[in-house]
């Protein structure tokens, strides 16, 4: 009598890791997404800033510029305090003010962002002021090894989603930020950038498929609830958007616009990253679950998606509130300097 052997588990002809989209599906998702895309475009239409002169935001004072500087030489006394000996562009060397607090943080080799006055603006004192350090360069190699690593780990899905993260600020730049100037209406701006980001970051980093098109839609009906809150708190909670360090000069330059209309484009355009997150990770979670359950009744597909989303979703609370509970802590470590 042979010995029993046992019995291989059935996989799907299909293969596990794929699931079949019914056409009643990819109907129901085209029949939101489409209109959705249709009124991105044409809100992006009806709200683009047209002939309109945009306002230009500057700093400085008539006769004032910013320079950048290399120092070479610290604790140069003079009459009007330490200061230090630092070189320009044009290989001049110059004196440059640094407050008490930053003295100790300067070296030689230091590259420094320095408010030059002019003799005519500061006869009797510093003409030199520091600004700030220039952290262009290190920032440029901390993103470059960021970007590296995504593209490691992620390979050609990780490039497409930093190609996709580039054209979503090209958006802000070319879009939003024009339209907010010239005074176009808050909220429409911030739904029709939010939805235009969306659609051309999911797509371009996740492919298209009737998986990226779930998560979009909820992407998008997370985008209308944020919305919601925020022009409710915004007006509930009194935010005027005043308490900007330009937040004057804002209001002079572009009378128009509205600072706490730009307060709510903000915390509606701050929440994409946690709702691209949740969303895309939960369709991937639940059509996992479908791939490797196909006999699955809809509800324990559900119930068992709805276990990931809480797993996933309790430490959302608590990135809000992360740099807020930072903040005290760096001011307390630049009074202690």
């Known amino acids: 009598m042979p010995a029993p052997h046992a019995t291989a588990p059935q996989v799907p002809q299909h293969g596990v890791g794929h699931v079949v989209t019914t056409r009643r599906a990819r109907a129901v998702l085209a029949s939101v997404l489409v209109p959705a895309l249709l009124a991105t475009l044409w809100g992006a239409w009806a709200l683009w800033p047209g002939g309109e002169r945009i306002p230009e935001l500057s700093s400085t004072a ?10 070479t030489a610290t604790g140069v006394v003079t009459d009007i305090g330490t200061q230090v000996q630092a070189r320009d562009s044009q290989d001049e060397t110059l004196l440059v003010y640094v407050p008490p607090e930053h003295v100790d943080h300067v070296r030689e080799g230091d590259r420094l962002r320095v408010v030059a006055l002019g003799d005519e603006l500061g006869p009797n004192g510093p003409t030199r002021l520091f600004m700030d350090f220039v952290r262009a360069p290190p920032m440029v190699a901390l993103a470059f090894v960021m970007a590296l690593l995504v593209v490691l780990v992620a390979r050609w899905r990780g490039l497409a989603a930093l190609v996709g993260l580039g054209l979503a600020l090209a958006s802000l730049a070319a879009f939003t930020l024009p339209a907010l100037l010239a ?3 808050a909220l429409a701006t911030a739904l029709v950038s939010a939805s235009a980001i969306m659609f051309v970051a999911l797509y371009v980093a996740h492919g298209f498929s ?17 919305a919601g809150v925020a022009a409710w708190a915004t007006g509930a909670a009194r935010l005027t958007g005043m308490s900007g360090e330009f937040a004057l000069d804002l209001r002079a330059l572009a009378p128009g616009m509205s600072l706490s209309g730009v307060l709510l484009c903000g915390f509606v355009l701050a929440g994409l990253g946690v709702l691209n997150d949740v969303t895309i990770t939960q369709a991937s979670a639940v059509w996992e679950l479908r791939a490797l359950a196909p006999d699955a009744s809809r509800r324990e597909v ?14 959302r609370p608590s990135t809000p509130w992360r740099s807020p509970m930072s903040e005290p802590l760096s001011r307390s470590s630049s009074s202690s300097r």
């Open 210 to 226: 009737a998986r990226t098109s779930t998560a979009l839609v909820g992407t998008l009906a997370g985008v209308l609830l944020t």
């Open 183 to 185: 005074g176009r209406p």
């Open 62 to 71: 008539p006769g004032v510029s910013v320079v950048d500087v290399v120092v």
């Open 302 to 315: 559900f119930a068992r998606g709805m276990r990931i989303g809480r797993v996933t979703t309790s430490p």
